[in-house]
Each structure stands twice: as structure tokens, then as C-alpha cells.
């Protein structure tokens, strides 16, 4: 599946997801372009570093935290709005299943191995998170000429 694809599947995605969560129907699109941000972003980085599944992980929770901080600003919204929903195509859903029917299976060295490696990507998109929600609010608010 091409990356064109992928961005616009996540897109899509993340305005359902946003439906969900319940966001107002204004701010839905702008969602969805956080998610797809968050998803292209990942996979540039994967594309130019094929082995940095963390450091995908981690630029593009920060991109999804940047992109978001600069719309809520814009739309006079709380972040979280657009930062959840966002992230949703970096959730390590597949691991969280793995290390679940690993462990019911028996395969509890799968499982913790599972478990790690999806322990670790939820580490990485906080850590992603809170470097860029630490940094000052001056820096996303665009100002008038």
C-alpha cells in the first residue's frame, strides 16, 4: 500500500475515532489532518531510516503535539482536541493483541516480549507528547502584523 494511501486511510480514521470522542463537528477535518500528519510523518522517517521504528514513533507523536498546539491556538480549543485523536494511528494496537493472546495461549515469553516492545512505543509517544506540551505556549500562538 503506497504512503498517498496510508495518510488518506488514516485521515479517515482519525475522523471516525474523533466522532467517537465526540468532537465538534467543526474541528473534525482539522482531526483528521493531525492524524494523517502524525501517520506521514512516520513514515518518512521510516522511510529514511528503515530500522528507527522508535525514532518514527517519537517525530511523529511530537509533529501530531506541534501541529496540534499551533490549530488550538488558531481555533481557541483546548489542544487535546486535535493531540488525542492524532495519535490514534501510532497505538500499538497489534502489540496490545499479541502480548494478550500470547498470554492466554501460554507463550508467556512471547508475551513479555510483546508486552516490552508495546510498553516501549506507548513510552516513546508520551515522551514525544511531553517534550513539545513542555515548551512555552508563546511559541505556537501566531501574531498579528
Known amino acids: 500500500m503506497t504512503i498517498v494511501i496510508q495518510v488518506a486511510l488514516s485521515f479517515v480514521g482519525t475522523i471516525a475515532f474523533s466522532v467517537l470522542f465526540n468532537v465538534p463537528r467543526k474541528e473534525l ?15 518518512l522517517v521510516l522511510l529514511a531510516f528503515p530500522e528507527a521504528l522508535t525514532a518514527a514513533t517519537f517525530f511523529a507523536a511530537s509533529a501530531v503535539t506541534c501541529i496540534s498546539r499551533f490549530i488550538s491556538a488558531l481555533r481557541r480549543m483546548p489542544a487535546t482536541i486535535y493531540i488525542i485523536p492524532g495519535i490514534i494511528p501510532l ?18 515469553t512471547d508475551a513479555l516480549l510483546w508486552g516490552f516492545h508495546t510498553l516501549r512505543i506507548a513510552g516513546i509517544i508520551a515522551l514525544g507528547l511531553l517534550v513539545v506540551l513542555t515548551l512555552p505556549r508563546k511559541l505556537f500562538t501566531i501574531r498579528k502584523i
Not at 477535518?29 to 513514515?43: D, K
Open 29 to 43: 477535518l482539522l482531526c483528521g489532518l493531525t492524524g494523517a500528519v502524525c501517520w506521514l510523518t512516520y513514515q
Open 91 to 108: 497505538v500499538p494496537g497489534i502489540g496490545i493483541y499479541y502480548t494478550m493472546f500470547s498470554a492466554i495461549m501460554g507463550d508467556y
